[in-house]
């Protein structure tokens, strides 16, 4: 027995191919919607698409995606285990944040059904604007990282971007220890 409504993921997928709601659409190449397992119940959430992301349509295919690979297998969580999408599905341009508006409309659009159709126990939100969606405006990364946060049906647990990373490698080891927590919470509640 299936959870998630894959006809209605697909459809949703289409959409976002299709999609003109915010600006980002005039110069993506590609939306990126998903990677991953849409049965799995650990859903991993980015910012926005960058250039590889573009290309590929897929999230997390570049040096970030690489570094996030890597702990995942690190500590054994297999690729079956997760689903990564991002919060906006276009690429904003030169890799800037995305605004105000085009994050809540494509979380009202897109990332908000993705939730309600791949129904996740955890949540993982890399970096302040992920978590922000969630956890509001207040909340800063460097604070609440590695903490478990009940909201709605699911947990949100912070931990910092690989991209992060990738320009301090001296805190790799603490988005591996927030990993490993994360694990232990799934393996251990859920
Ligand atoms: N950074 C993100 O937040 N998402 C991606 O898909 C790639 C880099």
Do not use: W
Not at 41 to 49: K, R, T
Not at 116 to 135: M, R, V, W, Y
Request: charged letters at 25%; aromatic letters at 10%.
């Amino acid at each position: 027995m299936f959870k998630t409504n894959i006809f209605g993921l697909e459809y949703l997928k289409e959409k976002a191919k299709f999609c003109t709601r915010c600006p980002l659409h005039k110069s993506r190449t590609n939306s990126v919607f998903d990677r991953g397992n849409p049965e799995a119940q650990i859903m991993i959430l980015g910012e926005s698409p960058g250039f590889n992301e573009d290309i590929e349509g897929k999230p997390f295919v570049g040096k970030a995606g690489k570094l996030l690979d890597e702990i995942l297998k690190e500590i054994n969580i297999s690729q079956d285990k997760t689903y990564i999408t991002n919060i906006v599905k276009c690429r904003p341009p030169d890799n800037r944040q995305p605004e105000e508006i085009e994050i809540t409309t494509c979380y009202n659009h897109f990332l908000s059904q993705q939730i309600k159709i791949i129904q996740p126990k955890i949540i993982i939100t890399l970096g302040n604007i992920a978590t922000q969606i969630f956890l509001g405006k207040e909340k800063k990364i460097t604070e609440i990282r590695g903490n478990i946060f009940q909201f709605k049906d699911f947990l949100i647990i912070p931990t910092f971007h690989p991209a992060y990373i990738l320009r301090n490698p001296h805190k790799r080891n603490i988005i591996l220890n927030d990993f490993k927590k994360i694990k232990l919470t799934y393996e251990t509640y859920l």
